[in-house]
């Protein structure tokens, strides 16, 4: 495969990764059954997430070199931790008793993955601000836009109030959705 076709595979990763993402912050707002299906949507979501970040880092290597390789694994732990911690909120968490849950979610562990994967994120994305700025490999302002989202993101989860915390998360997604639509069509052409 050329590194063109690549690229605009990583484009179209990217779209569907802009359309699947939002589920998953739906899935906060929704009972149990739908909640599982919101989060696994959302968790493909995340998977398409690494491959379109694959092609940005692609575009970046081209352009810059090796720095276009740090915004991938950035993104890319990020999106895995994203993905265990929905895999937790949809499928541990209703299976054991709500005394259980508590402890759970106190421990030092899922504090760090509920934490770390939008931190993660929101590394790859400063980098890929910082490393595209001097080439202009891609556009810059959906990475704005894409920052914005995943720091309503981190925002979202310190809010105490669940229904709050739910919509912010649902509004930080459709944020950072849109900023990665924008670049995935950019990566198409």
Do not use: C, H
């Amino acid at each position: 495969m050329t590194s063109q076709s690549a690229v605009r595979w990583a484009g179209v990763a990217a779209v569907i990764a802009a359309t699947l993402i939002p589920f998953g912050a739906l899935g906060r707002l929704l009972p149990d059954p739908l909640l599982a299906l919101a989060v696994t949507v959302g968790n493909v979501g995340l998977v398409f997430l690494i491959f379109a970040f694959m092609g940005i880092g692609r575009v970046l290597a081209d352009e810059i070199g090796a720095p276009g390789v740090i915004v991938v694994i950035a993104a890319t732990v990020g999106a895995v931790l994203l993905v265990a911690d929905g895999v937790i909120r949809a499928y541990v968490y209703p299976a054991v008793a709500e005394e259980s849950v508590a402890k759970l979610q106190g421990t030092l562990a899922l504090r760090l993955v509920s934490t770390l994967g939008p931190l993660a994120l929101l590394l790859a994305i400063l980098l890929l601000l910082f490393i595209n700025r001097p080439a202009q490999a891609l556009p810059g302002r959906p990475a704005w836009i894409m920052l914005t989202g995943v720091l309503l993101t981190l925002l979202s989860g310190t809010v105490a109030v669940t229904t709050i915390a739910g919509l912010l998360a649902v509004s930080a997604s459709l944020i950072l959705a849109a900023g990665l639509a924008w670049i995935g069509v950019r990566l198409l052409s």
